[in-house]
């Protein structure tokens, strides 16, 4: 009877949909706020007498860098999956979008004060108060972001396991996207509009997230529902979470070759994704307040084709083999980048495009194929390990940017501001898509052997279906 009434529910494509439309506006807002200060990077480096914070390339990597500090060495995102896996995914998004907006006012407080200039000094580093405050705020932030992320991925196999799953997590992420090319692009220009404030964007952030948290209570009520209906509560899952699966989840070599492709793949992206608007600033000669538009391309560009490559590896599969061809075109890509003389606006133009579409590769493949490894009790936890992992990167790959071009990348100065060659940086991104790629063919040979079934569509034919259920009948008389 059970059984049956889930084939109803699961066949109700009006709520499935439904749901994910309101946990991917969720995430749009959280991803607004997490790049929004990226194409402000020029405007945080002017002089405070200029209107700006008057920091240094490195502090700007220093406060980029903050997004993993509490994910990382507080092992917060590994919490979160165990919360997750133990507590359910209404608590846990609930949670994570309460501690998103916490950090975004923290951030909002810290940029919207000068404190007089004061300065600390931590672990030998000198951190302006406005630096430190605004960085704790992101750190919180990005706890809560990082935990939503999780719980969203498992949301969608709960509602989508044996249906359109991938093209589900595809248009969840091109909801996101919308979120990151919203915030390169149009932060600049709410700037502008509030007389170069750069609190007022942050603000502005803020009131969209207390409108995704109503959009998640939404979902909240929905779930629930679902669930009584199902007589089965999150809490009754047949085989809850055991602590020992972390050791289980970790002693798979397959689940490290997800996370080191991701940890990889991610570095190359995201962390350029931070200094893009300054790239098309110092190499392409492109003006300060356009620097967003050609980097808000790319996440405009995975809108289509993270749904589109979804899609098609639902149906088709191939994921193993796609992720590799993405991984390829992460290093021609950031290799053109790093050649000095290739230095036309519309090369930037080309190169962003395609990018576009490596960066709807991976993803669409990846995050679908995890549930293909790892069993559905342990999928949150596996996902926040994934992520934890994905978390170094985004932490430690902006920083060494942010002391490269500190170090060994200054050119000159205009008005102040330092110039800077991203050379160096280029091809530091270079060797992050190098070791994507060896990581993305070690998995395809270990699918090979273990026949995780990640080169096999993920929709199953009705037949197939039919067979799983009659089965699952038998076994529960
Ligand atoms: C689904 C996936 N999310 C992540 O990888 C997050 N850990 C990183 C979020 C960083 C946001 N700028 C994705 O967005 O592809």
New binding site residues.
């Given amino acids: 009877m059970t059984q049956q009434i889930q084939r109803k529910l699961s066949e109700s494509k009006t709520a499935r949909w439904s749901v994910l439309a309101l946990v991917a506006f969720t995430?749009l807002c959280?991803?607004f706020i997490?790049?929004m200060m990226a194409p402000l990077q020029d405007l945080l480096q002017t002089p405070v007498g200029g209107g700006g914070l008057g920091w240094s390339g490195d502090d700007y990597g220093k406060f980029t860098s903050a997004?993993g500090w509490f994910n990382v060495f507080f092992l917060m995102l590994i919490f979160g999956g165990m919360i997750l896996d133990k507590m359910g995914v209404r608590f846990t998004g609930l949670m994570a979008t309460c501690i998103m907006i916490v950090g975004v006012f923290i951030k909002w407080f810290g940029i919207s004060h000068n404190f007089d200039g004061a300065t600390v000094t931590i672990l030998g580093t000198e951190w302006g108060y406005t630096l430190l405050v605004a960085s704790l705020g992101y750190a919180i932030f990005g706890v809560g972001?990082?935990i939503a992320?999780?719980t969203?991925?498992k949301i969608i196999v709960k509602w989508f396991k044996g249906k359109e799953m991938a093209l589900a997590?595809g248009l969840?992420?091109a909801c996101?996207?919308i979120g990151?090319g919203l915030a390169i692009g149009v932060t600049p220009l709410l700037c502008k509009a509030f007389n170069n404030s750069i609190s007022m964007p942050i603000l502005i952030g803020l009131i969209l997230l207390c409108i995704g948290l109503l959009s998640f209570i939404v979902f909240v009520v929905m779930d629930k529902r679902r669930d009584e209906e199902l007589e089965n509560t999150e809490e009754e899952a047949e085989e809850p979470f055991r602590f020992s699966d972390i050791f289980s989840i970790i002693s798979m070599k397959g689940f490290w070759y997800v996370a080191l492709l991701?940890v990889l793949f991610?570095s190359a992206v995201?962390p350029f994704?931070k200094y893009a608007p300054s790239l098309m600033i110092n190499k392409f000669g492109i003006d300060p307040e356009w620097s967003g538009v050609i980097p808000a391309l790319l996440p405009f560009g995975n809108i289509l084709l993270?749904p589109f490559f979804g899609n098609l590896y639902d149906r088709k599969g191939k994921g193993a083999t796609i992720m590799i061809v993405g991984a390829i075109m992460l290093v021609f890509i950031h290799f053109m980048f790093s050649i000095p003389a290739l230095n036309n606006w519309v090369i930037a133009l080309g190169l962003i495009l395609l990018l576009g579409i490596a960066?709807s590769l991976v993803?669409s493949a990846m995050?679908p194929s995890v549930p293909k490894i790892i069993p559905e009790n342990k999928l949150g936890t596996a996902y926040a390990l994934i992520?934890w992992v994905?978390?170094w990167g985004?932490m430690g790959v902006p920083y060494l940017i942010g002391k490269v071009l500190d170090k060994y990348c200054i050119t000159g100065y205009v008005n102040e501001k330092p110039t800077y060659d991203y050379t160096i940086p280029m091809m530091i991104f270079t060797c992050f898509g190098i070791l994507a790629l060896m990581i993305a063919l070690l998995l395809k040979r270990e699918d090979r052997i273990k026949g995780y079934g990640l080169e096999l569509p993920n929709i199953k034919k009705p037949e197939e279906e039919a067979k799983i259920i009659a089965e699952e009948m038998i076994a529960e008389p």
Wanted: with cysteine.
């Fill in positions: 995430m959280g991803y997490t790049d997004y972001v990082e992320g999780i969203v991925s997590m969840e992420m996101a996207r990151t991701c991610y995201f994704l993270t960066f993803p995050w992520f994905q978390n985004l």
